[in-house]
Each structure stands twice: as C-alpha cells, then as structure tokens.
C-alpha cells in the first residue's frame, strides 16, 4: 500500500509577511532535499481534496469563521483583533482563508485516505497548526488543521485518534478542542509553559469529563538535550499510547526543538528527533496497523533544521532510509540564500556544540516532572483502563 506526501505548490501561499519568522520556502527546501535523494516518488505525490466551509464548523465557530474571511478580503473589523487576527503573531495577509484552508484540506485529505486504508500513512508538512482554537487565531496559526483532521477520523470512520506533538511548543489548541472527548488524547512534549509561549501545557492539564486523564503533557527544562528528551518520551508515550489503545496516530512534528531554533531554547539534534520519530512508527505498527498521518509544525532555522527534521520525518513514515550525506548540489543551491553554512551531514555532530552548563540539573528536573506526571495519570488509567 502507499505513503503519501501531500502536495501542491499552493501550499506554500501561507507566508504571514514577509519578515515573519514563519517561512513556506522550508517546504520547498525539504520537498527539493527528498527528491535529489530519490526519497520521494511520483506516485507519492498525493493531490489534495478541498473541505468544505461545513467540516471547517466542525471546529471553528461560524462568527469566526465569518471573521477571517472578511479581513482576508481587505474589509475592516475592529473586532479582529480580539479574535487574535492582525497581531504581531498572527498578521492579516489577502487570500488568507483561502491559503489555510488548503493547508487544513490536505491533513483532512491525509486523514481521510489512512482511515479508509487507501493509503497506508501519509504526511502534510505544510500541516501542523496546533494553537488555533475554536474563535481564535494564536501563534502563527488561524485554523487547526490538527483539529480538523482528528475530528474527520472520529466522525466519519469512528476511530479513537492518539495525537502526538513534538512541537518546542505545548499544542494548546489541539488539547484544549478535544479537552473533555474521549475518542482522543493529546500527548504533548514541549519547553515548559513558565518559559515559553503558550503558558500552558502543565502536568496537571488532564483532560475532563469523559477526556479525564486523556491529556498528557511533559513541559521540559529549557536547554533539555537528546538524552533526556529520548528518556522522557520513552518513560511516557508508549506507555500513554499502550494505555489508550488508539485506531490511529497523528504526530505534530514541529522542528523547533532542534538547538539552532531561534524561538524556543530546547536544545535537541536530529538525531533525537529521528528517534522519536521512529519510536512513533513502531508504536503505530504495535497499536495500529501501522495507520499514522505526520504534520509539520513550527521550525523557524528554515535552512539548516527544518528540511533535515521533515526528510527524516518522511523516510521514517514511509520506511525509507535517510543517508547519513547530504547531496552537494542541494547544499549549493540552497546556499546562495541562506544567511547560515548548510549543513553537510543528515544528523549533528553534537561534540563540535558547546557543552551546555547545568545539564545533570536539567535532567534531574525532567526525570522528576515525569515522575510526578506518571504518579497522577496512572491512578486515573488504572480506573479508565482497568
Ligand atoms: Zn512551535
């Protein structure tokens, strides 16, 4: 059966300004990475079927909705702002709803194809939205196409959907739409909230009602380095995923948490990164099938990490194995316009980086937040579960 990678070159028209640190040109950086490896294949190629304005009510509220579609036209509301749009953050840009839609269409389009078997996994990595909330625009995001896509696969085909993020950035948005459903939980990995933005993504973030105990979140210590971040996700998300029993994954696969990222402080490889990845993968063979769709996410060092992190993304979903080389031609194409040295080597050489102070208390932090993590959850597991 088929990995597909979907694609349109429209899906690059999501470019907030221009000097917005949200840069589309790492779509093409990673798509031009995968194909001079031979990584990626015609067929694989999947088009992109357009959602309607009502699955976009699925999750959006019809008032904001009504919003963005105004302001995207040029009219002026002086509500906007208290709906999150026109912020630093989240700048007004023509087309907008137009642009976000199509995003949101292809991880609907993912989903839908893995969940009907026609595809066995697929990736999005224009996807990956995951602060949008229901009436509001937040952190680069207006609509969540996470959301959209987790709430296709329970509506349409009944599946329970485990969502993983690994985003420098909790994944607020997703959590807090499905925060009381039971058919989901959100597992969270992410700099601490008492550094970063959001603010949010605490242990004690659970979820309620019929969602209790179905949100798990593992804020880290800023500057966490691949040990332990490889410790913490193995200590929590198998066991979470083992728990929850889900029809499909969907990972969020946010490349800022990688130690070049300018807007986060984690300090993580590629390595690291890959691994995560691959440990998803075989938790989706263990629990699923195999039935994962992958995002993008955040990744805003555009030419030295993004294209790294999402090619070893898409040859881990789509069993394919990365060199350890990087082609020359692609580093000299791409060098021209980056402001940094490409990098020769898929992975870091983590002895060339300076060694970071404070890391055994780094890590003695993170090993206790999980600690205390487990030791609330598993009670609550231990009645949902049995
Ligand atoms: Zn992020």
Redesign the pocket.
């Known amino acids: 059966m088929a990995y597909g990678f979907l694609y349109d070159p429209a899906l690059g028209s999501f470019e907030l300004s221009e000097s917005h640190p949200f840069k589309p040109i790492r779509l093409e950086l990673t798509r031009s990475l995968l194909s001079e490896l031979v990584l990626l294949k015609d067929a694989q190629l999947t088009a992109i079927e357009t959602i309607d304005e009502a699955s976009l009510a699925g999750v959006h509220q019809k008032r904001y909705i009504d919003m963005v579609k105004a302001v995207s036209q040029g009219q002026t509301r002086a509500e906007a702002y208290s709906y999150g749009l026109g912020t630093g953050d989240n700048p007004i840009f023509p087309k907008m709803h137009e642009a976000i839609m199509g995003i949101c269409s292809a991880t609907v389009t993912a989903v839908d194809k893995v969940a009907s078997g026609e595809l066995k996994r697929a990736v999005n990595l224009a996807g990956g939205l995951h602060h949008a909330l229901a009436d509001k625009a937040s952190?680069f995001c207006v609509y969540n196409d996470l959301a959209l896509g987790i709430e296709h696969a329970v509506k349409h085909y009944g599946l329970r959907v485990a969502y993983v993020d690994l985003?420098?950035?909790h994944g607020d948005g997703v959590q807090w739409l499905f925060y009381d459903r039971a058919e989901v939980m959100t597992i969270s990995l992410h700099e601490s909230g008492r550094y970063l933005f959001p603010g949010t993504g605490y242990t004690y973030e659970l979820g309620r009602h019929d969602g209790r105990g179905l949100s798990v979140n593992v804020p880290l210590e800023p500057f966490s380095e691949d040990d332990s971040f490889v410790e913490c996700f193995e200590a929590v998300v198998p066991l979470a995923l083992r728990r929850f029993k889900p029809d499909l994954i969907v990972l969020q696969a946010?490349a800022?948490m990688h130690r070049y990222d300018p807007?986060?402080d984690l300090a993580l490889s590629t390595r690291a990164m890959a691994k995560s990845y691959q440990r998803i993968s075989e938790l989706a063979d263990e629990l699923c099938d195999g039935k994962l769709v992958a995002t993008g996410?955040?990744?805003y060092d555009p030419y030295r990490t993004v294209p790294r992190a999402w090619a070893l993304l898409w040859a881990t979903v789509s069993r394919q194995q990365m060199p350890e080389l990087l082609p020359e031609s692609w580093r000299q194409r791409w060098q021209a316009q980056s402001p940094e040295t490409m990098p020769e080597q898929t992975f870091d050489d983590v002895s060339s980086w300076k060694e970071i102070p404070r890391r055994p208390q780094i890590e003695a932090q993170n090993r206790a937040t999980v600690k205390r993590l487990l030791a609330t959850l598993e009670p609550i597991w231990r009645e949902r579960f049995g």
Do not use: I, Y
């Open positions: 952190g985003d420098a950035h946010g800022d807007l986060a996410g955040g990744g």
